[in-house]
């Protein structure tokens, strides 16, 4: 007969307790983990998965990095902010990209900030310099004579050739290739509040294709023939343009001019397979062709928010409204219980700093008037 008396059961019974606790330790319950039933509506249920450092994840997702060897020690405060409010639950892993190869010390000095997994990857050179079509004379003049106006970078190769890259290329580095999500991480910025849930999974069991934090105006010095060569695309390709897109965002003329608005993208979220896509391809070749990045001062943020606009429904993309964040010059802040219930140390009602409390915040609170898509033709889920 078996009892607690005998040594043999006791040892049994003490060996499954501690195994209980190691599980217990090294697995999260993810309660905001959701199904489709049969009515096709979201139901919350409790699901164990596993988010230890190495593991498969829920989601084939990573945050990807682009900087410079002498970055390492603005990117240790960017990486311990994700990690202490996010990633120390999640270990998702991090892709460091780098147009020169990356020093031992900054591998040394980003790698002992995480428990996850790290990459680190070089730039292919046709990456990170002038496409063969692009007249370099012609190049030179205009950075000279937008340092001359006083426009912002206006004077810097380097930042022109990242804009390019960071528009339409940095997905199609080989590391990235085994990821169907990332998120976008710089040096120098802080994460304001906890986050408390999988953003990625969030996305991911909604189709939604991209995510963002702050909405803000474009210096319009630094785009001024953009919309221009955003209209000929269009003509060229009326086809990719579906009905119901969300470009009364971006244009409130029925796409006559370009109000400006986009997303700051130094923070974004976004789902691979967009970026992958056939319309998003088009899309960037043509303007690539076009040669604003590099005889004006195109920035990646507007090309991927008019893109995100004329391609995407409103639905399939996310204001993470919750996610308190900032990146030197602004921040967002949530409000109400969030701001207390996720641990927030940022002021809402800073107008110096809260994009939503100035008034160059007037694209992130007018995302809220766009249209609905008719729940017909409507792509991703809500909830």
Request: charged share 25%.
């Amino acid at each position: 007969m078996f009892t607690l008396r005998r040594p043999l059961v006791r040892y049994l019974l003490i060996a499954v307790t501690i195994l209980g606790l190691f599980g217990l330790l090294h697995v999260n319950y993810d309660s905001a983990t959701e199904y489709i039933n049969a009515s096709g509506r979201l139901q919350t249920f409790k699901r164990r998965v596993s988010y230890r450092p190495g593991d498969p994840k829920p989601v084939k997702a990573c945050f990807v990095i682009l900087a410079r060897n002498q970055d390492w020690r603005s990117l240790r405060d960017s990486i311990k902010h994700m990690e202490d409010r996010f990633n120390h639950r999640f270990n998702y892993p991090y892709v460091f990209l780098n147009d020169q190869p990356f020093t031992d010390e900054f591998k040394n000095m980003t790698q002992s900030m995480t428990l996850a997994d790290v990459h680190y990857g070089q730039i292919e050179a046709e990456h990170w310099s002038y496409p063969d079509f692009i007249d370099q004379n012609k190049a030179r003049e205009g950075r000279e004579k937008m340092h001359k106006d006083g426009v912002m970078y206006g004077g810097n190769e380097s930042y022109r050739h990242m804009c390019r890259f960071e528009s339409g290329l940095f997905y199609k580095h080989e590391l990235l290739q085994q990821f169907d999500f990332y998120w976008r991480l710089e040096p120098g910025v802080q994460y304001l509040c906890d986050i408390n849930y999988d953003p990625f999974l969030y996305m991911k069991q909604r189709n939604i294709k991209y995510g963002w934090t702050i909405g803000i105006y474009e210096l319009m010095n630094t785009v001024p023939t953009l919309w221009d060569s955003v209209k000929k695309f269009m003509a060229t390709h009326p086809q990719l343009i579906p009905e119901h897109n969300s470009m009364w965002w971006v244009s409130r003329d029925n796409g006559t001019t370009y109000n400006g608005c986009h997303f700051w993208s130094n923070f974004e979220i976004a789902d691979l397979t967009f970026y992958r896509s056939e319309q998003y391809t088009k899309f960037f070749d043509f303007l690539d062709r076009e040669g604003g990045f590099f005889y004006e001062r195109w920035g990646d943020a507007p090309v991927h928010s008019i893109a995100a606009a004329l391609f995407l429904q409103k639905e399939e993309v996310h204001w993470f409204n919750d996610i308190g964040y900032y990146h030197p010059g602004w921040q967002h802040c949530p409000t109400g219980d969030v701001w207390k219930q996720n641990r927030c140390t940022c002021d809402p009602n800073d107008r110096e700093k809260t994009i939503t409390a100035a008034s160059w915040g007037k694209c992130s609170r007018e995302w809220a008037m766009l249209p609905d898509t008719p729940p017909e033709y409507r792509k991703a889920r809500l909830g």
